[in-house]
């Protein structure tokens, strides 16, 4: 079991440079199954769910091998449609091979997917959107088993801006000769990343606002790529940098993907200097926003949700949030309360007063951006802290600790 532990009270200084996005690597490595041939990406993120997307790459029979920072993939030797429950209990992006494997093969065979456990994290939306497309879904237990022997041109009208389903249906859509149109879209970058991606590969999709247009049945060919810039790994460090009233300098991301974010930190006192590819943040005084409130892209992001309350914790004044994406993501709430945060919470709803002081304590890692959210509080925090189960964490920040410990930061990491 990894845990951090961490002596709290230094003011993250330093600079940065961002990882590539885990949430575009992830759909763009289910993505080389649909294109077939070799794909190389680079920019990929040493964390552990690049691993688990390995680890389903090669189980389908492709080639896949990591160095450094590039991936590479030789789908052409894809064999299996079926993808087992020991892998699919390890993160949610597993549910992104279902689009892939039936533009691939017309056939695939998956279990509900694992992961952040963040509420009801159903996929009807997905199901719902490729049997529009004409796929048959059949239910066995825990396995279901999805195939799309003739896939039909049609408009999926999605209900909510899904980013998993948009993901899912743009795979799909990859084999329906004609047109499929997805409507009400999720317009989160990384949906743009893959779109982009697609196309190198030779698919035809268009956007229009947040309609999605996919030509399929056009031959793919593999490509090169580079996965865009992680934007909720760098709201987490600017967030971080805040809350312990620091001074960083974050290099390669997209400043333009974090506006939601960094408007808030400026509400909040901060002093933020944007460069083309490059944030620095200042804080000597940390002031309470509200309301703070979640919403799909370019709202404030879900996965800040946890990290900005734990800045809140230590602010002047109070602030209200508002979780609209999740049904169950205050689950870091008591941690944070264990380190002397008053915070009052109902199911989606927080009132956070800002302490002057946080004490150190131990905490376990509830979920990837909890357990982030609980290293911001112990970094300020007085005293000593150990953060367990922080395997959580390593899903989706690479090298979480060195880079700290680079800014100044008193944590290390024992297995
Ligand atoms: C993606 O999850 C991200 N994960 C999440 O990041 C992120 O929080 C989320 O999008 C929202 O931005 C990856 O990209 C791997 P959704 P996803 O489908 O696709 C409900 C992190 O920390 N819903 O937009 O699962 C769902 O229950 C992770 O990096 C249905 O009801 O998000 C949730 O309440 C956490 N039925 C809401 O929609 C469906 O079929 C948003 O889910 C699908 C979703």
Redesign the pocket.
């Known amino acids: 079991m990894v845990a951090y532990h961490i002596s709290g009270g230094a003011p993250l200084q330093g600079t940065i440079a961002i990882h590539g996005a885990?949430?575009s690597v992830?759909p763009l490595l289910a993505a080389a199954v649909a294109v077939g041939g070799r794909c190389t990406l680079t920019n990929c993120p040493a964390i552990r769910d690049v691993d688990t997307a390995l680890d389903i790459l090669r189980h389908l029979g492709c080639a896949a091998r990591r160095s450094a920072d590039r991936v590479e993939v030789d789908a052409s030797g894809a064999n299996r449609t079926d993808i087992p429950a020991r892998l699919m209990r390890r993160m949610?992006?597993a549910v992104l091979f279902l689009g892939a494997l039936l533009t691939r093969f017309g056939r695939a065979e998956i279990s509900l997917p694992g992961?952040?456990v963040?509420?009801?994290?159903?996929?009807?939306?997905?199901l719902f959107g490729l049997r529009r497309m004409g796929a048959e879904v059949e239910a066995r237990g825990e396995r279901i088993v999805c195939t799309m022997a003739n896939p039909q041109p049609c408009t999926i009208a999605l209900p909510?801006p899904?980013?998993?389903?948009t993901e899912n249906l743009l795979l799909a859509a990859l084999a329906c000769p004609d047109e499929v149109n997805i409507c009400n879209a999720?317009l989160?970058p990384?949906i743009a990343d893959l779109v982009l991606f697609l196309r190198a590969c030779g698919a035809e999709i268009a956007e229009k606002g947040s309609v999605l247009r996919v030509r399929g049945g056009v031959p793919l060919t593999g490509c090169a790529y580079r996965v865009m810039p992680d934007r909720?790994e760098a709201a987490t460090y600017l967030i971080a940098a805040a809350a312990t009233r620091g001074d960083l300098l974050l290099t390669e991301l997209c400043p333009e993907h974090l506006t939601a974010v960094t408007e808030l930190l400026s509400r909040a006192s901060c002093e933020l200097t944007v460069g083309g590819h490059s944030l620095r943040l200042r804080c000597r005084s940390l002031r309470a926003v509200s309301p703070i409130r979640t919403a799909p892209y370019d709202g404030f992001?879900?996965?800040a949700q946890a990290p900005m309350m734990a800045a809140m914790a230590v602010a002047e004044g109070v602030s209200v949030f508002e979780e609209t994406?999740?049904?169950d993501r205050l689950r870091h709430v008591p941690a944070l309360r264990r380190m002397g945060a008053q915070i009052l919470a109902a199911k989606t709803h927080a009132v956070v007063t800002g302490v002057k002081t946080l004490y150190g304590a131990r905490a376990e890692a509830t979920d990837?951006?909890g357990g982030a959210a609980m290293v911001i509080a112990a970094l300020c925090a007085q005293g000593e802290s150990v953060i367990t189960e922080a395997e959580h964490i390593e899903r989706?920040y690479a090298d979480f600790v060195p880079v700290l410990q680079a800014c100044g930061a008193a944590i290390e990491r024992s297995n």
């Not at 963040?118 to 997905?126: A, C, K, N, Q, Y």
């Not at 899904?162 to 389903?165: E, F, I, N, R």
Request: charged share 25%; hydrophobic share 40%.
């Open positions: 885990k949430n992830l949610r992006a992961g952040c963040l509420g009801e994290r159903p996929i009807d939306l997905h909510f899904s980013v998993g389903a999720a989160e990384e909720i992001p879900t996965d994406i999740f049904s990837l951006r989706g």
